[in-house]
Each structure stands twice: as C-alpha cells, then as structure tokens.
C-alpha cells in the first residue's frame, strides 16, 4: 500500500506546510459525493487521526484515513501549472470511471 507524491507536490505542499502554524503534513482522503460515488478530500493535517496510515515522500507526510485507504491505495499525487492554472492531480490506479464533470469517481470495488 502506498500513496506518493510527485517532486512538484512535494514542493507545494512544504510551501503550504510553513504557511499553516501546526500543519504535520497533508490529510488525503475521499467523501461519497457526485453522480460516481467519490470525490478527493485534500487538506493541511494539523492533529493525527486515531487509524491514520501515514506515507512519507521527501520527508512530507500524507495522512490517509481508513475509511479512504481503500480507494486511494496506490495514487500517485502529482501538482501541475499549466499558465494561469495550478492544481493537484490525483494518479489513482483504482478508478474504474469517473463522471462526466471530472468531480467524482467510481473503483471497481463499488462497481462489483
């Protein structure tokens, strides 16, 4: 079981981490959302969760729950400009089909 980060992730994140007093590293996870049935939860962790699984990419720690574990086993957390534009793109080998939009995502554990 694993979920990384890319070198550009790690570089945003660490920028994000100095900026938030208390932050111990990012909290990745999921929430039932959308017409597929999850959407991405990403935030600076300030407190350990009691069943957290904790990954660690250059020294940054994720913080994924056991609830999301799961579904984001695998993923690949890449940060990416592109002009005007930057975001957090998610490599996640478990999704089986997302909806139309792009929020939300389907694993093939839930389309069994």
């Known amino acids: 079981m694993a979920v990384t980060l890319s070198p550009s992730a790690v570089d945003r994140i660490r920028t994000y981490l100095a900026?938030?007093?208390g932050g111990i590293g990012l909290r990745f996870g999921v929430r039932k959302s959308g017409c597929s049935?999850?959407?991405y939860v990403v935030?600076?962790?300030?407190?350990?969760?009691p069943d957290d699984t904790i990954f660690e990419t250059d020294g940054v720690a994720v913080r994924v729950d056991?609830?999301?574990?799961?579904?984001?086993?695998?993923?690949?957390?890449?940060?990416?400009s592109q002009g005007l534009n930057q975001q957090f793109?998610?490599?996640n080998p478990r999704v089986a089909a997302e909806c139309g939009c792009g929020e939300s995502f389907t694993t093939d554990e839930q389309a069994a």
């Not at 935030?43 to 969760?49: C, E």
């Open 37 to 39: 049935g999850f959407a």
């Open 89 to 91: 793109v998610f490599r």
């Open 66 to 80: 056991a609830h999301s574990l799961p579904q984001v086993d695998g993923t690949v957390i890449d940060f990416v």
């Open 43 to 49: 935030d600076i962790a300030k407190a350990a969760g």
């Open 19 to 21: 900026e938030t007093p």
